[in-house]
């Protein structure tokens, strides 16, 4: 303020560079306290996230230490002979076990009696998704289910960019099936093994109609009635009895002359023979010397007695079981009806468990998997059961 000679009193302009700097300088303490806010809240949810995460971590590893003791537990039971299915000493059952040996690794499937899975947590499957799951068994006595639908099939030559050889692009598979085979074909590239060739995958119930009749008109001068029928089914199965239908399994060859040599006699067809059953793939239609003399005769129970160049995806588990016993599928079913929960160990490491509990006439299947299981597969088995696979 100044006061001049008249007496007036006049008031000073303030000083708008002192002024903007003031409001600077606000604005930068504000900015500071709020990116100092800011750096104390996302400090705090950091540690916060990494306690949590760690303390995940932490259960996991002891979840999965815990499980491990106690399959090591059922494995030194079992080693002894002996396991309590019931929880009482005096109603115990001997365990059996099953192994072979192919080179170096030793395959053996151990009996876990009648005990459930422990340290479960629950998935919820429909029956849609159970007639995918690849153990669907389909044959002259278990005919395809009603319900199957085969909306979910994937053209196997454009799916893979003619990765995988087909003979046309009417050759199609469920997904699970056209990656085991993919993945197979890999492996056997990489054994310096190509020319495969898909000849046939899934059939539609109208195609095995068509096929059947044909046979059929073809026999109508020796046979008739029921006895024209079942001569037929000899050569081609009745509609809705056909493992082609199953949408998992497919005919291989050789080109670009699949007809020029043998499948089974082939490198290829050997390699594939002896091999595909760690991609998940097995032969389907072992018969007497065929694939060759090392492999039983399992037409008694396949129904089938012709030599097919035929494989099927049954999933990794289940090859490996399949292999380890020497069953045929419909062996390996009734094996699992006798004994519903087995483990399978690989060189003393346990690879997968196996456990099959009655069907029921639900929509959907609240099921278990045990933690720390990698992964699952699960399928009806077209046996009045539903097989889980378990994979570590």
């Not at 005096?90 to 072979?100: G, V």
């Not at 080179?103 to 005990?115: C, K, P, Y």
């Not at 239908?245 to 020029?260: A, C, D, I």
């Not at 091999?275 to 090392?294: C, E, H, L, Q, V």
């Amino acid at each position: 303020m100044r006061v001049n000679a008249n007496r007036k009193i006049h008031r000073m302009k303030r000083d708008p560079f002192k002024v903007l700097t003031r409001i600077v300088v606000a604005l930068l303490i504000l900015m500071a306290v709020g990116v100092g806010v800011f750096y104390f809240c996302t400090t705090r949810i950091e540690n916060d996230y990494l306690q949590k995460r760690n303390a995940t971590i932490q259960k996991n590893e002891e979840d999965e230490v815990a499980f491990n003791a106690r399959m090591n537990e059922l494995r030194a039971n079992a080693s002894s002979g002996f396991f309590d299915t019931t929880g009482n000493d005096e109603n115990t059952k001997k365990l059996q076990y099953w192994e072979k040996s192919f080179g170096d690794t030793l395959w053996r499937i151990e009996d876990n009696g009648i005990a459930a899975p422990e340290n479960t947590t629950t998935i919820t499957a429909s029956r849609s998704e159970l007639l995918l799951g690849g153990l669907m068994l389909v044959n002259a006595w278990h005919p395809l289910p009603g319900e199957f639908s085969d909306e979910a099939l994937v053209t196997v030559g454009s799916t893979s960019g003619y990765k995988i050889p087909v003979k046309d692009n009417t050759v199609k598979l469920f997904r699970p099936a056209y990656d085991a085979l993919l993945n197979a074909l890999d492996g056997a590239a990489g054994e310096g093994l190509e020319n495969y060739i898909v000849q046939e995958g899934y059939r539609s119930n109208d195609r095995q109609t068509e096929l059947f009749n044909e046979r059929m008109a073809k026999l109508q001068n020796k046979y008739s009635g029921d006895i024209l029928i079942e001569q037929t089914k000899k050569e081609v199965n009745y509609p809705g009895t056909s493992e082609y239908q199953t949408g998992f399994s497919f005919n291989m060859r050789l080109y670009p002359n699949p007809e020029s040599i043998d499948f089974v006699d082939s490198d290829q067809g050997k390699w594939l023979v002896e091999n595909g059953w760690k991609y998940g793939i097995i032969f389907r239609f072992p018969t007497r010397d065929f694939p060759n003399s090392s492999w039983e005769d399992k037409s008694h129970k396949t129904g089938v007695s012709v030599e097919l160049n035929v494989f099927r995806y049954v999933g990794e588990a289940h090859a490996a079981a399949m292999r380890t016993l020497g069953y045929c599928l419909e062996e390996y079913i009734e094996f699992l009806i006798k004994h519903p929960h087995v483990s399978v160990y690989e060189n003393g490491a346990l690879r997968y468990e196996i456990y099959r509990i009655p069907e029921t006439a639900e929509p959907s299947f609240n099921l278990p998997v045990p933690n720390p299981a990698r992964n699952y597969q699960v399928s009806f088995d077209n046996m009045g059961g539903i097989v889980m696979a378990y994979s570590y």
